[in-house]
């Protein structure tokens, strides 16, 4: 059973950084892709980033690009969101995915989800 654990949410001023973290178990992640996706109050359930576990690759949404860096370490099964330059709009909880398809773009292609961490970026 795949078991996702995150951590590192909280509180931060506009301009602040964040590091998630997604402790993964239960599973072998070779082939598969993982993923933050954040909801905010009233809004849909988003895709941030995603990275697939065997290759590296990655992908950003527009909004976070070039402020967010999506990574995993394969020796703590773990994947991590940087997350720089926040803003006030970046307020949402943040929640690991895991897809057994290497890529995922979809939130119905995840088939494993964490909990869950609020970050919240004050004015």
């Known amino acids: 059973q795949v078991h996702l654990v995150e951590s590192g949410g909280g509180l931060v001023q506009a301009g602040g950084s964040l590091r998630l973290s997604c402790a993964a178990s239960?599973?072998?992640?070779?082939?598969?892709?993982m993923a933050w996706f954040r909801q905010a109050p009233g809004k849909e359930r988003e895709l941030v980033a995603l990275?697939?576990?065997?290759?590296?690759?990655?992908y950003y949404a527009d909004s976070v690009k070039g402020r967010f860096t999506i990574s995993r370490d394969s020796v703590k099964n773990t994947v991590y969101l940087q997350m720089n330059s926040l803003r006030p709009e970046d307020t949402a909880v943040y929640y690991c995915?895991?897809?057994?398809?290497?890529?995922?773009?979809?939130?119905?292609?995840?088939?494993?989800w964490g909990q869950g961490t609020q970050v919240t970026v004050s004015s």
């Open positions: 990275i697939s576990w065997s290759r590296g690759n990655t």
């Open positions: 239960g599973g072998s992640f070779s082939s598969y892709a």
């Open positions: 995915a895991a897809s057994e398809r290497g890529s995922a773009l979809l939130r119905a292609q995840y088939d494993y």
